[in-house]
Every structure is written in C-alpha cells, then in structure tokens.
C-alpha cells in the first residue's frame, strides 16, 4: 500500500483527535455506560444502548485514525526550496481567465481538504491540473459545465 501525503499540519490535527477521542471522549462513553447499567434492565435501557453506540463510533475513528497515522507520508513543504512548481502542500494563488477573479488555494491531503477553508485535496480535478505547473502557466480544469482555466500568479510554500 502505498503512502498516503499528508502535510504537517494535517498531521497534528489527526494526533490532536485521537488524542482527544483517547484521554476525554472514551473515559466519558465509559462512565456513561456505567451510570447506564446501573439503572437496571439492559434491554429497554435508551441510555446504555446510547452510550454503547457512540462507544463504536469512537473505537471505529480511533482505528481510522491510527490507521491512516501509520500509513501517512507526512510533507512539509517550508523544508523544501521553492522553485516555483505547484506541489503537495504549495499555496497557489490564481486567476481564473473568464471571470478575472483571484482564488488561492492549498493543496492538501484527502482528510484535510476543506473547500471552505481553501484546502483542496490532492487528488481534486484542480489539484491535478495544477500539478507541476509554474508561474505564468495556464491549467485547464475539466468541469461538467466545460473546461475552466487558471492561470498561476504566485506559488507559496507556506
């Protein structure tokens, strides 16, 4: 299997998580369900089948979560010399050629990806146009609604 790119910060905020899921929100599922069980019959106990769902939720996150840890290639793009190519982890500011509007985004992992934040994953249409593209380059993105290009304006790894 090969690994998974993830940045630093990507990286952190899945320690961050399970860090979370293991030292607060396991103890808390824990001693819910046993306040549950001590209000008697199992069976027709809302609370404790409650507790013992969200209990398999954690332990289901806290596998994905390890699981992706240990098959992540972590990449942190401030250690490399920027020359000027669009890579994992670059910040990209673009101009997009029909509407003359700027956009700037970070090519991230799958699991960081926040199109609301900016952060587009690896392995979205634009990131694969944007790939290995320079200043002054133009990308066309293929879209259901016909091809949109991009033209770099600045390459920043941040």
């Known amino acids: 299997m090969n690994p998974t790119p993830m940045t630093v910060r990507g990286a952190e905020q899945l320690r961050k998580?399970?860090?979370y899921?293991?030292?607060?929100?396991?103890?808390?599922i824990i001693e819910a369900i046993a306040?549950?069980?001590?209000?008697?019959?199992?069976?027709?106990?809302?609370e404790y089948h409650a507790a013992r769902e969200q209990q398999g939720f954690c332990e289901g996150r806290i596998q994905e979560i390890e699981a992706k840890l240990s098959n992540v290639q972590i990449i942190d793009v401030t250690k490399i010399a920027?020359?000027?190519?669009?890579?994992f982890g670059a910040t990209v500011n673009l101009l997009k050629s029909e509407t003359e509007e700027e956009v700037t985004y970070?090519?991230?992992?799958?699991?960081?990806?926040d199109i609301k934040k900016n952060l587009i994953s690896v392995n979205s249409p634009?990131?694969?146009a944007l790939i290995g593209k320079e200043v002054d380059d133009v990308a066309i993105v293929k879209t259901?609604?016909?091809?949109?290009?991009?033209?770099?304006?600045?390459?920043?790894?941040l």
Do not use: C
């Open 144 to 157: 259901p609604a016909g091809d949109v290009e991009y033209e770099v304006l600045s390459v920043d790894y």
């Open 35 to 46: 306040d549950a069980r001590e209000h008697g019959d199992l069976k027709e106990n809302a």
């Open 17 to 19: 998580e399970l860090d």
């Open 106 to 113: 970070r090519i991230v992992g799958d699991d960081e990806a």
């Open 21 to 28: 899921l293991k030292t607060e929100l396991r103890p808390q």
């Open 126 to 128: 634009i990131a694969r």
């Open 82 to 87: 920027n020359n000027g190519r669009v890579i």
